[in-house]
């Protein structure tokens, strides 16, 4: 499965953080790739290129001044669009459908989404009908749609790797 | 299952949002109540404490400002502690054995973490050994502990309830 996810209405210094851990959680989740809308803030595309070259796979993260051309963009490459909205349909009724897909783009919002995204979606999806974290939310949509799967993925050419210990840390550098 | 949360090493303003989406995960994924711990920045108890009293369901927010004792007095009280780690054990491997325990304590870090924690852990998982972020790897343990049972979970005496929509939002004044 092809993943993107779309980070929309990013704001300069007041959301450097979420969309940093947004973006990085899209990394490590398997996507392979997102692209941030909003307020241009490059330093979040050099952390995260940073941190692609050292642990490595391949994770593209680039810029778009313009999210609608962006969305109708991934629509028209047969992506099928998946807002995350504490609004939407629950994860737990739609994701055997969205397991099915081939591409899949998921919109992530950081302020107040315009009201065309909920009409361009595909599928406006919640993680509980309760206000949390646009990051959680991101987690656990892309946990099931790749089934957990995404949890044993390899990363390529990594210049640095952990292996898992009970207690400690223990880092190989490759 | 009862679940605890713990937060580490909060420090006021430069963490503010990531605590406060790391309680309200918390709260909407099925944990009983989170303790913060490092530097007491009260708005984030205030946050938390208001959207439960709207949002509905039983969530208990409080202050430690000894984290050693507060986790000690847990492992006293029977919770199995599961320390969430990068360096840590694959959660994919450890989830089974979790799923068991009737009380677990998630410790989930901030800055820099204290070796000891490493130590008193009962566990330390990894949601996957890249980094990311805290709140979305939390939000994978606390689905992972409940087999997703916690996206169905009711919030009691809610004065605010979302039903669900393909298109638009709908909020209930209950």
């Given at each position: ?12 210094g007041r959301d450097l953080r979420t969309t940093t851990h947004v973006s990085l959680t899209s ?148």
């Amino acid at each position: 499965m092809q993943i993107s996810v779309i980070r929309l209405g990013h704001r300069v210094g007041r959301d450097l953080r979420t969309t940093t851990h947004v973006s990085l959680t899209s990394r490590a989740l398997g996507a392979n790739e997102i692209i941030l809308c909003g307020e241009h803030e490059p330093q979040i595309e050099k952390t995260v290129q940073s941190i692609t070259e050292r642990w490595g796979g391949e994770f593209y993260i680039t810029y778009s001044s313009n999210w609608k051309k962006t969305l109708r963009e991934k629509q028209k490459n047969g992506f099928t669009l998946v807002h995350s909205t504490m609004y939407g349909e629950p994860i737990q009724k739609i994701a055997k459908k969205l397991q099915t897909k081939r591409k899949i783009c998921i919109v992530v919002g950081a302020e107040k989404v315009p009201w065309e995204v909920y009409q361009i979606a595909d599928y406006n999806i919640s993680v509980t009908g309760q206000p949390h974290s646009e990051t959680a939310a991101l987690a656990i949509i892309l946990h099931e749609l790749q089934k957990g799967k995404e949890l044993r993925k390899k990363f390529s050419n990594a210049k640095l790797r952990i292996v898992p210990q009970k207690k400690g840390k223990k880092v190989l550098q490759l």
